[in-house]
């Protein structure tokens, strides 16, 4: 496999540029033409739906398993899917169960360190969603993992090299706006219909499978990587 995926490799635009970066990223480990990349999904609801829907159609990817804590939801994609899929609750299983070659994550943001770094230790290359990390150290440790396992690793923050933005960059740099001091970005929509708010700690819904708890991702933000991994009786050390 190649050490190194250029940058160009993995973005394009918006959600299809999504899609070729986990096209990209799985095809660097393909060794002839008619060989199909084994690919995973960790969290296959809004935007790992998103993604789901956009890879299937690459000839050179068979998804063979699909996660999420939520068995409705998981069901629901994977009658999309047109071949049939493994279906897991805890993504420690897929890791240990399935012959991958790549995984997706797209779970809630507090997570992605925690998979990202399991599944480099499982050999696998990975497509992790925005933000890469909840804390510094979180993400130290993610690269440190993906150096240490020589993983391909991708983030999706694709829209960095949207189209419409470098537009934007270069009629900004063009100084034809005069000296820009200050920018101010805003979010046009909402969670219908009371925004995000702090609802009470609940019961968790039907059709709940997983394991990792419910109800704990507000406290879990502010528990650092190390912590978090030994709960789950996993040691990752600190490299000096």
């Not at 960790?42 to 935007?47: C, P, T």
């Not at 047109?82 to 994550?105: F, Q, S, W």
Request: proline share 5%; net charge positive; glycine share 10%.
């Amino acid at each position: 496999m190649a050490s190194k995926v250029s940058r160009r490799r993995f973005v394009q635009t918006g959600t299809l540029a999504a899609a070729g970066a986990v096209s990209a990223l799985v095809s660097s480990r393909a060794v002839g033409a008619n060989e199909r990349i084994r690919l995973g999904f960790i969290g296959v609801a809004n935007r790992g739906g998103q993604l789901l829907e956009r890879t299937t159609p690459f000839g050179d990817v068979e998804v063979t398993a699909l996660c999420d804590v939520y068995r409705p939801t998981i069901e629901e994609w994977a009658a999309k899917v047109p071949n049939k899929v493994a279906l897991y609750g805890d993504y420690r299983k897929m890791l240990e169960t399935e012959k991958l070659d790549a995984v997706v994550i797209a779970t809630p943001d507090h997570w992605h360190a925690l998979q990202m770094i399991h599944a480099c230790e499982a050999g696998l290359d990975v497509y992790v969603e925005k933000p890469l990390s909840i804390t510094i150290y979180e993400g130290r440790r993610m690269v440190e993992a993906a150096r240490r396992t020589r993983r391909v690793v991708q983030v999706g923050i694709q829209r960095r090299s949207c189209e419409t933005l470098m537009k934007v960059r270069d009629f900004v740099q063009s100084g034809k706006i005069g000296p820009v001091v200050v920018g101010r970005c805003c979010r046009v929509s909402n969670m219908w219909p009371d925004g995000i708010g702090s609802p009470p700690d609940s019961e968790p819904p039907p059709g709940w499978t997983g394991t990792c708890g419910w109800g704990r991702g507000r406290t879990d933000r502010s528990i650092p990587l190390s912590l978090r991994i030994n709960s789950a009786g996993i040691r990752i050390s600190r490299r000096s």
